[in-house]
C-alpha cells in the first residue's frame, strides 16, 4: 500500500474507501502530546478534517509538509488516513555552496521551501572559499571589500571575463537564519579552516605563512596557501570571526572546514614548525588536529558543537566531541570514529554529490547508498547521525541549472534520511516523486523529465564526457600542468 507522499511515512493506513473532500490545510486541529519525540507526529484525517499530534513545532511543520503533499496530490478526494511518523535520521542536511557561484537570499528561499518540503532540517552554508568570501565581518571589513570579488571567472566552459563578487550582510544573513527557524531547519554556516582560504588571505595576507599576496581565486582546484597554524594571530582572527558567526547563527553547529588543506607551506613555516616543536607534535595533519582543536574548544565554551571534514581525522589527535562530516574517507577512517563513539555525517561523493551529472550518479545510486556501514557494530550506529547532500558550484552558475541538479537527486537522500530502511523502496519512491516533484516547479525551481533521472548507458556516457570536457579549457589546463 503506498501514497503519494515523499519521504514514505514510517507508518501509515488507509483503506482509500472514504474521502475528505475540501482543503485539508483548512481543517487541522493540532495537539501537543509530551510523549512524542522532537520531529515525531501523527495524522488521522477523517470527516472532520486532520488531526494533528506532536510535541514540539518541528513535529507539528513535519505533519504540515505532509498535510501540503496530500492537499497537492489528491486534492479534494484525500483518503482518510493515519500515519505515525518520526525520522530514521536526526540530521537530514542539504549544502549550498554559495562561494564558487553566488546565489541571492530570494534563491536561496525557494530552495528552503523546497527542502523543507522534504524534511530537510539542516541547511549547510558554505560561506567562504578560495574563490570568494561571502560573509560580512564588520570586525574584519577587507573580508568582504577584498575577499568577495574576483577578476573573472575561469570554471571551463563558464568563462566569464567579468569581475564577479557578493556577500551576505549580517541582516540578510539573519533573515535566512529567521525564514528556516520557521520551517524548523537549523542554518550550519562554514567557516573553511585552515584550507579554502585564499579569499580570506587575500584580504589579510599576514594571516598565511609566507605574508605574501594571494589572490581570490578564478579557477577551481586545490590551492597551497593555507592559513597558518603556528601564528598565535591567526587564532585571534579566528576566534573573532566565530563570535560574530555564534551572533547571527543562533544554532548548535558551527562548520570548521578541514578538507583539502595541503600542507606544503606549514612544512617551510618557521612559525608552524616551531609550534609543532613546543606541541611535541609528530606531523603536520597533527597539527592540523591541534588547530581543529582548538577552535572546537572556543566554540564548547559558547555552548556550540563543530563539525570537520573528514580529512581532519588523519593526526589522530581530532578531539572525540568533533562532528565529522565524511565525504570521501580513507582507511575506513569514519567507520573507526563511529565505532569508538564519535558521531557522523555522511555525505559520501559518489552518491550524494549531487553537482555531478545524473550519467554520472544517476537517482538510483543516490537512492540505493546505505549511510550505515554494514561492519558497524549494531549498538554503534547510532553514531552515524545523519546524511547531507552538497550542490558544489564551480560548474553551476545559476540558479535554474542549481535547481536542476539537486532535484530530483536531494528528494532521494531526504527519504533516506527520514525513512526506515526497511520501509524504502526504489520503484515505488520514483512512482510517488513523479507527483510530489511537481510542487518545486510550483516554488519556481526546475527539474530534469523523469526520463532523465536514470540515463541509459549511452546517455550518461555522453553526459559524463560533455561534463568533463566542459570542465576545461586552454587557461585551466595550463593552470592544471603548473
Ligand atoms: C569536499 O568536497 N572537499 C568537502
Ligand atoms: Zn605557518
Redesign the pocket.
Known sequence: MSINLVPMPNEFHTDYKLFFRRNILESITVEYDSEYSAEEYSIVIDDKGAAVKCSTKAGENCAHQTLRQLEFGYSGNIPYLTIHDKPAFSHRGFLIDCCRHFFTVEELKKMIDAAALFKFNKFHWHLTEDQGWRMEIKKYPLLTEKGSQRPYSNFGRYYDSKPYGGFYTQEEMKDIVEYCRKKSIDVIPEIEIPGHSSACLHAYPHLSCTGKEVPVRTHAGIFKDILCAGKEEVYEFLFNVIDEMTAIFPGEYIHIGG??APKDRWKECPHCNRKMRELGLENYEQLQGYMLNRIYDHLQKKGKQAIT?NESLRGGNLEKGIIVQN?MEKNDECTIRASQGGKIIVSD?FHYYVNYPLGMTPLKKTYMYEPIPSELHENMRKNIIGVET?V?TEFIDNFEDMSKMCFPRMAAVAETGWTNRDKKDYVDFKHRLTYVIRMVEEMGLKYPDVSQWDPRFLQSAKQVIKFAYNMYNKETVKALRK
Open positions: 578538507d583539502e571534514w565525504w561523493f552538497p558544489w
